[in-house]
């Protein structure tokens, strides 16, 4: 595999991007990459939001292989129109989800699973205030839930699920009371989904320091993760005890990254075996429709059954 072209309307960055990459060509204008390259096989695209759309739908017009960066356009009837081109080309394409492919969380993910399922999930994604939902990014971004704490409003269908699918929500509690400074968004919600497992999610932007940790826990089976750099995992095992109670076995399970792709397994490993294999991706476009509404739906501090 190799780096064929980037394109870049921003001088100073297109310059950045072929002096750290190498690329064999460089293009201040997409479309002409496209037409002038003939032998590229996939496309990241990787702008923001609110310029991505139209990007995603050339590429899969020629039907190109498209990677395409979270969030898939600035709302989920967005993701719906690319799905919907998505159905109709003959190359690939998947959204990136980068938590479903770190290999600590597809190894807990087996774990959970090989104990008959997750039962319960949540996920904390703070920071401090940032550009996001703030009028500089009107048209740019969508609220900061849905642009960026994604991320693990995505990780808890991921570990709810079974297989190679992720679980989808049908009921959402959500709570939303948003702080005095713009982007200062908060939100607390409860997920129930289709496997039987329950959810919550907790994202306040405009707090001390950025927070990103993850639970999973099945029957007598607890994992912790720390998400904040490279992820740490603390797990645990509970085994029968007298009287029909339980305890914490003093050996706790052993994560196998070997069995979920190795330690360097990622999104574009899984994309790329994808096409070889001619399989489909874990997160596909039509799957991000369900995370994108989701992440609406905290946002909107939804209450009971989803439609």
Known sequence: MRLTAVAEIDATRL???????????AFADYRRMLDTIDDLDIVHVTTMPGFLVDIVLDCMARDLHVLVEKPPGMSSADTKRIAE???????????????RYMPQILAVRRLMQDAGGAVHVSGTYNKPVTTLGTPAMAGITPDPVICDAIHHVDLLRWLAGAGDTA???????????????AGSHRHNAVIRFDTGAIGSFSSHYGVG???????????DLSAYLDLNTEPQVQLSRAEAAAGGTTRTC???????????????FDEVRHFTDCILEDRQPWSGLQDAVITMRLAEAIRGGHQGLLP
């Open 209 to 219: 320091q950025r927070e990103q940790r993850a639970e999973a826990h099945a029957e």
């Open 15 to 25: 310059a950045s991007a072929a002096g750290a990459h190498g690329p064999l060509q």
């Open 167 to 181: 679980a989808t929500p049908t009921h959402v509690h959500a709570l939303v009371q948003d702080g005095p400074r």
């Open 85 to 99: 081109a998505a159905a109709g080309s003959a190359g690939k394409s998947m959204v990136s989800f980068n938590r």
């Open 250 to 264: 003093t050996q706790a399970p052993v994560l196998d990254l070997t069995a979920v792709g190795g330690a360097h």
